[in-house]
């Protein structure tokens, strides 16, 4: 499996595309005191258009049912659901 057949430079191009495009899926997300929050505004249509500019805070409870709209991953749920956690144990 894997990368027999490519030119390394084909590779290259590969890996930076993977790169940038995990780069600007973590630049459209901020946990912080539980909450999760997203670099993105609401369509018209009900959908979430990420990297606008626009702010919107979601706790891990309505971040699970907005998880495919605003590509929120399980990752950034379980993290803010442990911020809560610690936060409210205080």
């Given at each position: 499996?894997?990368?027999?057949?490519?030119?390394?430079?084909?590779?290259?191009?590969?890996?930076?595309?993977?790169?940038?495009?995990?780069?600007?899926?973590?630049?459209?997300f901020r946990i912080k005191h539980g909450w999760i929050y997203v670099n993105g505004t609401r369509q018209d249509d009900g959908s979430i258009e990420l990297g606008t500019g626009g702010e919107m805070r979601f706790s891990p409870f309505e971040a699970i049912s907005e998880r495919e709209d605003a590509q929120i991953t399980w990752g950034h749920i379980l993290k803010a659901s442990v911020q809560r956690l610690a936060f409210w144990h205080r």
């Open positions: 499996m894997g990368q027999e057949g490519k030119s390394p430079s084909s590779v290259q191009a590969q890996r930076r595309r993977v790169m940038d495009t995990l780069r600007a899926m973590s630049e459209n």
